[in-house]
C-alpha cells in the first residue's frame, strides 16, 4: 500500500505547474495500466492517486476549477464502478482514450512544455 503521506507532502513541496505536471504523469499511468489486463489491480491505486492530487491542487487554487472538478467527477466514476468496468473491453479503452485526453489537457495547462520550450 503506497505511503499516501509521504505522497501528499512531497507532492505539496512542488510549484503548482509541476504539481499539475504530476497529475498528468498519472492520468497518462492510468491509461497505460488500464490497458494492460493482467494488471488491473493497480488501477484503483493510480486513480486514488490522481484523486489526490486533484484534491490538492483544488485546496491551493481555483483558477482551472471547472475543469478539474469535470476530472473529479470522471475519475470518482471509474473509481466507484472499476469492479464492473475491468472486463469490458470497450470501457477499457475509452477509459485509456479519456484518461490520455485529460493527462495532455492537464499538462498543456501547468505550461511546463511551452516554459521548457521557450528556455531551450
Known amino acids: ?31 497505460s495500466w488500464v490497458q494492460s489486463s493482467d494488471c488491473h489491480q493497480v488501477v484503483p491505486v493510480v486513480l486514488d492517486e490522481s484523486l489526490l492530487y486533484l484534491s490538492l491542487i483544488q485546496q491551493n487554487t481555483q483558477i482551472y476549477d471547472g475543469e478539474l472538478n469535470q476530472l473529479q467527477l470522471i475519475l470518482q466514476d471509474w473509481q466507484r464502478n472499476w469492479d464492473n468496468i475491468k472486463s469490458q473491453s470497450s470501457q477499457t479503452a475509452n477509459i485509456a482514450d479519456v484518461a490520455s485526453g485529460w493527462s495532455q489537457r492537464v499538462l498543456d495547462l501547468s505550461g511546463l512544455l511551452s516554459s521548457q520550450s521557450m528556455s531551450a
Do not use: R, T
Open 1 to 31: 500500500m503506497p505511503n499516501w503521506s509521504a505522497i501528499k507532502a512531497s507532492f505539496l513541496a512542488l510549484d503548482q505547474p509541476h504539481q499539475l505536471g504530476e497529475l498528468a504523469s498519472s492520468l497518462a499511468h492510468l491509461k
